[in-house]
């Protein structure tokens, strides 16, 4: 296969623009034709227009699809002014997720003849080019240059030379054919008995940096460490010889080793082996891209999360060592423990980057240190969902890269297979599928005593959380200075040389007011009756960070970060606890503060009078009352005889503030306020809530 | 009655303040005693438990509710601090306040005895005498003054002398006994045959001044200035000889001579004579305050609103001439061509202010230049709702006095009756009554061509309407400027050197900006889906003045007026005009305009694409487009289909300002924006929407 070695990712910082445009030309053309020389594979129109898998479109979709995201992205940026073919990059422009196995796509498409868009093809490979050749070009290419979009355009057709890959591999046989320039390993031996390799405790740090000199995407930016115990890993991917051992010991009909959703995947589709194994009587075949021939035992067995994970689980059961897939950050560890160094330029001997084959080879071919196989050969699955890095931001153009992802739902692939090639091939690199999702992935197995944690991927959209979210640890609008953090300062002022031992946040929302109160207390407890908006202060709690989405106009959204550190809260969180409860009824052990915060409460209350009159009790004598509230009564939340004021009573105006003071006064006496405190709360781009809370701090005194 | 004369309303500018604390304690002590002496006209605790009629508390209610008010007010003022009775004045606090006809009030009060309640009402005298005899007193008292609250009091249980001897008249005859102190006039005589009396064209200036050295009610306060074309007038009150010719001509049983609602009243009431008039048999008696004596002809007849102007409609009707009431206006120059001056201190001859008699008494008694019975007898009746006049103001400690009648339902009556004193006699007064409700009040007719037009009396309390008269007419928040202004001004600097003859403004909600283009156009049209929103355009270009009330907190609300000139856009009002339409279906005719705004419109069309396809056949060849929207895109007002932006389409983000130029590009040209143009639409004292309106200006070139 030498003759068809692709070129590697550009270094985008060199000191000759020149040579870099025409690198970026090279690296262009030799993608492009890689990619149309793929679909040399079919062998006929079927092959293009039946669905190899019913979830996805067909073959000609995609042919399409990768010459339309250039333009796209191109007229996005501004760099092409006029459109191709505007139906063809409607037609051609969004893929079917597969974001369920179970979500059926019914839509039909009218795709058009092979010929028309490979004619389009070409007008877009002529465009592209002249482009390249033309456009002005200074040097280093970064995240915001104009020509960051070109380079992006030819990596994600690197990732569809790899993802059409699969399909045609799933494609059915008489419409495939055998190629010249995608002949698989031939090979054939008994498979090596697996090894236990100890890794050594060591510490790892992912995350890439805007200044490195290469294409990345959105998602490997930012910055992650971790130390990682010691733990010990298998030598080798684990073969087709091995995996046999589970499928023959009944596996596939043990629900026992399954997880609950891989469990669900299993019997929905029916799985009884891996899934490019093919049963001819009484024997295995294989199925490779374009052919089916007798099982290659010492290859890496390809299959998906729950299948990998069901193995583990299998082999953790019979031998009562704690099996699991490697963490992403263990990958990380076996790579620097291998010696391997930057495998992104064609140096490393593996099986990757389509430098030896168009199939994978036995899994003891290429060492790395005490390991085969660290990168290349099939995709390794870990246990880590993939999860945004600290910094983390979305491409502009390219906002929904990554994102659609952050669910807790795609767990990440390492170290690259046979036909990756480009960033894929990075170190940096990091992709993740749905857990029932086939790719050229197989597994490695390590044995640890340390549980998983998946890390916070999730992006809240919720509407009303992400605003809080926003309204919380977001910016400020309209110069108003954050309402958690100002009401917690008025507290705190009024708290001089008092015990400052408890405070409570009641209504706490996503917990802001708590930590900022935390600052001063040596133990803060927020309580919300939602354990939705709790659940936003304990992830920031445990994690630090949180991350949500921000209306925008109509359905678009921007992404968002906020970490503890950002706002100088990291040192106190350990002093933060959240609880599910009701203010109206809370557990007797909440008592004992020395501050109570009510904030935005009152008003949201179902019965506003008997917290207020029982309040006292949760406060230490000489403990303090803040109470916040722009006194909305609404009779949805509060039935008209609860409020506090607003009312007429006896033909007078009763306001909240006089309605307080009587409620208040058997224990409390007033000790500042009423005040005037802003807060605003962002519902879109241009649209917001601007309310002005009334604060006022009672001291108990009785 | 000489003896039981009751002291005149204070001067309250003396220089003497010792004097004036004594005039007061006089007034408060005398006004207390001839409340009580009213009540020892009823004969058995029936007489103060029975309700007479089902509409009103029992009379028991009305004796407590004078003291009370008393208190409650002190209270609220912080003259007072600790009540007398809490109990008490809670149900002695608000009447039932009879606002329909057919709203029967079944509530039940376990009222207290009359012996308590006299005993509160003798506390309640020696707290409010002992404020008198003590409180600091600097002269002039004023609106704003502490005393005033005081007054307030004394002033409001002379209103309730009055209705209360309403009440008692209207009571069950073995209920009530004479006395010696509220005889009524003896005299017996054939009723004068009425005449027409000519009253000159000439012109009418109401509405009193702050700095006016006595009390007066909320609704006296402000400016009111009008020219009254010459009518003729009846020289006396109708007298209930002359009513009864209608009577007898079957008035009350012929439909055609009653106006829709006193159809409704008479029908529903079965009212086939005034209500005071008693049949005995063949002959015609009369209800006084505790008496049924003889009917006496030659005084004035005693009739509601509906009676009265059904005795009108049959004398226009036989007649052939316009006969009608007079309006408050025609009533004032009644006042000034019969000579008479201020009638509050007791000096004018008149059946007035318990200075003559407890009854009225013949109709040619007392002379007023050519004219009798201007003032005194029974009030009389008008055309005229009652109404706020420009600069009214509710007073902070009595902010319902009048505003829950400004709904166009209450008819002003004028001149004071027999028992009126006080504040009632005085020229300024404005007392309004539902039309179907009974006082000792009758009425003169007038002769005149002049149709009668009812001045703007409504408060808009519908919670949108009146955030919008507010968000256009009122005060800016957060020194955020008026946002319709600012818009219109961005409009006009953009029109420079260009025609400037019609603008349109589409979606003008309660059309500021339309008042504020007509600044530089010669003719501006609002339109607006919403009638309701129009209708606030329309009551500002016909009456200049718009009354809203603005939310506070709950149910609390304020009362603004703003009026055209404030805002120095009365000299434009007879630009404008409004038009309810559709913009996504106007009509042909609205088009050849040099300038449309559409603010904060297409994001609420159903049909934004059609709408931006074709507003330029509206405008001439170079006129301006001005759009400003915040692009807040929701299904439930645009099918998603429909937005102009907000979306991904083809995978990529789509913004309205890209939607807008794509779909504009046809026929215009931007020639500025985007601006962000900042709006705040008030929701309650605390609560604001706070908005960025996106602002582009688009010259139509094609």
Not at 187 to 203: D, E, F, H, R, Y
Not at 264 to 278: D, G, R, S, T
Not at 397 to 409: A, S, V
Not at 637 to 660: F, N, Q, S
Request: hydrophobic share 40%.
């Amino acid at each position: 296969m030498r003759p068809n070695l692709l070129p590697s990712t550009p270094r985008l910082n060199g000191a000759d623009a020149e040579a870099t445009r025409q690198e970026i030309s090279a690296y262009f053309h030799a993608t492009f034709d890689r990619y149309e020389q793929l679909f040399e594979l079919l062998a006929c129109a079927e092959g293009y227009y039946q669905k190899p898998i019913a979830l996805r479109h067909p073959l000609v979709f995609y042919l399409g699809h990768t010459a339309t995201f250039f333009i796209n992205k191109l007229v996005l940026a501004g760099l092409l002014t006029e459109r191709v073919e505007p139906q063809f990059e409607s037609i051609f422009a969004v893929g079917v997720d597969e974001m369920s196995w179970d979500d059926l796509d019914a839509r039909h498409y009218d795709w058009p003849g092979v010929d028309e868009v490979m004619a389009y093809r070409k007008e877009v490979r002529r465009q592209v080019g002249r482009l390249i050749q033309t456009l002005p070009l200074n040097l280093p290419i970064t995240w915001d240059h104009p020509w960051w979009v070109i380079l992006m355009g030819i990596e994600h057709e690197r990732i569809h030379l790899e993802t059409s890959s699969v399909l045609i591999r799933q494609q059915r046989l008489e419409y495939v054919r055998t190629h010249a320039d995608w002949r698989p390993c031939m090979t054939v031996a008994a498979a090596p008995q697996n090894t236990l390799v100890k890794i050594p405790a060591g510490s790892v740090r992912l995350g890439m940096d805007k200044s490195e000199p290469y294409y990345g995407w959105d998602n490997e930016y930012g910055r992650h460490a971790a130390d990682i115990p010691a733990f010990s890993v298998g030598c080798y991917l684990v073969s087709n010889q091995e995996y046999l051992q589970f499928v023959a010991a009944e596996g596939y009909r043990n629900d026992s080793f399954w997880e609950e959703e891989g469990r669900a995947w299993k019997n929905f589709a029916h799985a009884a082996h891996p899934a490019f194994w093919v049963c001819d009587g009484d024997e295995w075949r294989l199925r490779l891209l374009s052919e089916e021939v007798p099982m290659h035992w010492d290859w890496p067995v390809e299959v998906n999360y729950h299948e990998a994970k069901a193995f583990c689980n299998w082999k953790r059961n019979t031998s009562g060592q704690p099996y699991r897939l490697p963490t992403e950050d263990e990958w990380y560890r076996l790579y620097a423990v291998s010696g391997l160094d930057e495998a992104a330029d064609g140096q490393v001997a593996a099986n990757l980057h389509l430098q030896q084959h168009a199939s994978s080879c036995p899994v003891n071919t290429y060492r790395h240190g005490d390991l085969y196989d660290v990168v290349g050969n099939v995709w390794q699955w870990t246990e880590t969902p993939i999860y945004p890095f600290e910094g983390f931001e979305v491409h502009p153009l390219y906002d929904d890269f990554t994102t659609p992802t952050f669910d807790g739902k795609h767990n990440l692939i390492k170290g690259g297979s046979w036909i990756s090639c480009g960033n894929e091939t990075r170190k940096s690199a990091r992709y993740a599928f749905r857990r029932h999702f086939f790719q050229h992935a197989g597994f490695r197995y390590v044995i640890s005593d340390v549980a998983v944690e998946s890390p916070a991927s999730h992006y809240e959209t919720d509407k009303l959380l992400s605003e809080y979210a926003e309204f919380h640890y977001g910016d400020s609008y309209f110069d108003v200075p954050n309402f958690s953090k100002a009401l917690a300062q008025l507290a705190i002022t009024a708290m001089a040389g008092k015990p400052a031992r408890k405070a409570l946040d009641l209504g706490c929302a996503s917990g802001r007011a708590c930590f900022e109160l935390a600052r001063h207390f040596e133990q803060v407890t927020g309580v919300d009756f939602s354990a939705r908006f709790i659940g936003m202060g304990v992830q920031m709690a445990q994690q630090g960070v949180l991350r949500y989405t921000l209306a925008d106009e109509g359905d678009l959204v921007e992404y968002k970060e906020r970490t503890l550190s950002e706002l100088g809260l990291d040192a106190v969180r350990h002093k933060v606890e959240f609880l599910q409860g009701d203010a109206c009824n809370l557990k007797p052990n909440l008592s004992g503060y020395d501050l109570i915060l009510a904030a935005n409460l009152i008003d949201r209350l179902y019965r506003p009078r008997q917290f207020l009159a029982e309040v006292h009790q949760r406060l230490n004598p000489g403990g303090i009352l803040l109470l916040a509230s722009p006194y909305t009564w609404l009779e949805e939340h509060t039935p008209r005889a609860d409020w506090i004021g607003g009312y007429k009573k006896d033909g007078e105006r009763v306001t909240t503030l006089e309605g307080l003071q009587e409620l208040l006064s058997p224990h409390f006496r007033r000790i500042a306020g009423p005040l005037a405190v802003p807060f605003v709360i962002r519902e879109t781009r241009r649209k917001f809530q601007h309310t002005l809370s009334e604060v006022t701090l009672w001291e108990r005194i009785a």
